[in-house]
């Protein structure tokens, strides 16, 4: 016999309990954080947790907890626009395609199946690459790379959306076609985008945090997840913290993001599998 699946409710729960860590942190970040990330103290040098250091110190003496508060806060950051640019550039181009089809339509797919022939993370280390590695060319990077799934996510659902009969009746009185695509057809796509976008914001979550571990992503001496591991490989042994505390934080974002998705992926498709 079958177990029953977690409820749509118990993903979200669950979610909002590991994505309110890090948001709790992404607060402290701008509020309270016990020490400047980028505080040197080379008398303290891969301290073990303690009063004074919650999550030890690193090899050049930095409080590791305002590292994770800072790291988690350039995170949010670069998923959250990102994903902006993703969606607008999706909307932009899938409501077209979907809508008028033909010429179009070919044109605009053919462009973003090229796209997603090659592994994202290969474009946007090429892009990063070439245009330098700074935070605002990672944002732009992963909003373009990402840009073709929302305009997939868009197109689909137009298609769908356009053959019913308000939309019709639209046409028959002589609607002009963008106010039909922004106001009749775009807000029926918000569960289709909503769910788009939590998934882009771990992906894109991931995507950072192995440009940064490549020494693409967020520059020294800023803070990110994925640079702190890759500093973090030499002492793993004798420093562990320096490997546990951000893979944590990074964990609990991308799985607080995942729950998230398959909430509203029970939710949208009407009940428990």
């Known amino acids: 016999m079958r177990g029953r ?6 993903f979200f729960i669950t ?36 009063p004074a250091h919650i999550f030890g110190t690193d090899n050049f003496g930095r409080d590791v907890f305002s590292r994770v508060l800072a790291a988690s ?19 932009l181009t899938g409501l077209p395609a979907g809508y008028f089809g033909g010429i179009p339509d070919h044109t605009i797919m053919l462009f973003n199946n090229s796209i997603m022939c090659f592994p ?35 197109r689909t659902g137009t298609l769908e959306i356009k053959e019913r009969d308000y939309i ?20 029926n796509l918000m569960p289709q985008l909503l769910s788009a976008t939590v998934i882009g914001l771990a992906n894109m979550t991931l995507f950072e945090s192995g440009m940064s571990y490549l020494g693409l992503g967020v520059q020294p001496p800023d803070a990110s997840f994925g640079k702190m591991l890759a ?6 042994t004798g420093a562990p913290w320096l490997v546990i505390f951000p893979s944590l934080m990074l964990v609990s974002y991308i799985l607080g993001l995942y729950f998230i998705s398959e909430g509203l992926r029970v939710t949208l498709s009407g009940g428990e599998d």
């Open 15 to 50: 979610g909002a309990v590991l994505l309110g860590i890090v948001i709790l942190a992404f607060v402290f970040s701008l509020i309270c954080s016990p020490y400047s990330p980028n505080l040197t103290d080379v008398t303290a040098k891969l301290e073990a947790p303690s």
């Open 231 to 236: 500093d973090a490989q030499a002492y793993m």
């Open 120 to 154: 994202g993370i290969l474009l946007a280390l090429v892009a990063v690459a070439v245009f330098g590695a700074s935070m605002f060319n990672v944002v732009w990077a992963l909003g373009l790379v990402f840009a073709p799934t929302f305009a997939r996510v868009v």
């Open 73 to 91: 806060k350039y995170t949010i950051f670069i998923s959250v626009a990102g994903v902006l640019i993703a969606a607008v550039l999706g909307i």
């Open 168 to 187: 019709t009746h639209a046409k028959v009185m002589g609607v002009r076609p963008v106010r039909i695509m922004l106001s009749h057809i775009l807000p």
């Open 5 to 10: 699946r977690p409820s749509s409710t118990a």
